[in-house]
């Protein structure tokens, strides 16, 4: 919502200055010249009045603006974490899930409430995805969200070797309900571990840590697995009933059991070892967002392993406010202290 500033302002008083004596003569003769007995006024220096910011400095200001208050409207979790990063950092990943959450909306729901088939929502996703590829080259689009996803990308060195896999599961979204175990590997790589790259790339930016070492890169597409197979098990009924889709091969989760909702969490389990084995190679700042995002991912992991397996279909797992503050401060005081290993 935006705040109007009502601007009052007064009349100016102005002096009147004394009338001089023109070349034309009245018909009671010459009169004497007047006489101002007006003390002289004295000259403020002129200030020049502040030019609006205008030009790309402020279509990129707006870009960015618009993708923080998107994350801050559709994700709690992340966007909490986020909380923690370095302004500038802060920013960057949020222009990251900005062009995310949007292509997720058009597969996952908006776009067919507003009206669109599922050719339709395909046709939107390939524009989408060829505004993004148009931006990268060029750094610019009249999309906010693409442009401002584009300068974030350009600056942190990564393009369409990342974009491509992401809009590809996109668009599997659209195509596939049910998965075999090659396919889930391929949709899990292109809708997050992709962006758990995208991410580290731009931890990395500013830094002198290589964010393509080897560890690192596991470690940030582990995350991101991590973090998909948690978003699945969360969204179980949902996913089910409202979309008719399946995420886990060879498991019918209409009839979930607590065995096969054990063997999902020791599956992610594994990743999430995998992600915090890396977090000390990362640079020093991103630290506590990485840890704080971790651990509350971990946190609905095991609270999704302590109800009945059946409720999961049931109900979708939240972490409480204060909760979230707790591991966010926890986060911070960890990733102060946690030692290097080679991140600085």
């Known amino acids: 919502m935006f705040s109007l500033r009502l601007l009052a302002t007064a009349p100016v008083p102005t002096q009147i200055e004394p009338v001089t004596p023109t070349s034309e003569h009245s018909d009671s003769g010459p009169q004497p010249a007047a006489t101002s007995t007006a003390a002289p006024r004295s000259r403020r220096p002129s200030v020049p009045a502040r030019a609006p910011e205008t030009g790309l400095d402020l279509y990129n200001r707006v870009a960015t603006e618009n993708s923080v208050h998107l994350l801050s409207r559709y994700s709690s979790s992340f966007g909490a974490a986020s909380l923690l990063l370095p302004g500038r950092m802060r920013t960057r990943i949020a222009a990251i899930y900005a062009l995310v959450r949007v292509a997720d909306e058009i597969v996952d729901g908006p776009g067919e409430s507003a009206g669109l088939s599922t ?3 395909a046709q ?4 989408l995805e060829a505004e993004t590829e148009h931006a990268l080259a060029t750094g610019f689009s009249s999309n906010l969200v693409v442009h401002a996803f584009a ?3 350009r600056a942190a060195g990564f393009g369409t070797e990342l974009t491509r896999p992401f809009f590809a599961s996109m668009r599997m979204d659209l195509e596939q309900n049910v998965h075999d175990q090659a396919s889930i590997d391929a ?4 809708s997050a571990e992709v962006i758990g790259l995208m991410c ?4 990395c930016q500013d830094s002198r840590v290589d964010p393509q070492r080897p560890e690192i890169v596991d470690a940030a597409r582990a995350l991101g697995s991590a973090f998909q197979k948690i978003n699945f098990l969360r969204d179980l009924g949902s996913d089910l009933d409202a979309l008719g889709r399946n995420y886990f091969p060879g498991i019918n989760v209409a009839l979930l ?3 096969d909702r054990d063997t999902i969490i020791a599956d992610i389990d594994g990743d999430l070892a995998r992600a915090r084995a890396g977090i000390g190679l990362l640079p020093r700042v991103s630290r506590p967002a990485v840890i704080c995002a971790t651990e509350l991912f971990a946190t609905l ?13 049931r109900r979708r797992i939240r972490v409480s406010t204060p909760h979230k503050v707790v591991i966010a401060l926890r986060a911070l005081i960890v990733g102060r202290f946690l030692p290097s290993r080679g991140g600085r």
């Open 187 to 190: 949709y899990i790589y292109g």
């Open 119 to 121: 050719a339709e929502c």
């Open 124 to 127: 939107t996703l390939d524009a």
């Open 200 to 203: 580290t790339a731009v931890f």
């Open 301 to 313: 992991t095991r609270k999704m392993g302590a109800i009945p397996a059946r409720e999961l279909l």
């Open 151 to 153: 300068q974030t990308a």
């Open 257 to 259: 059991t607590a065995r």
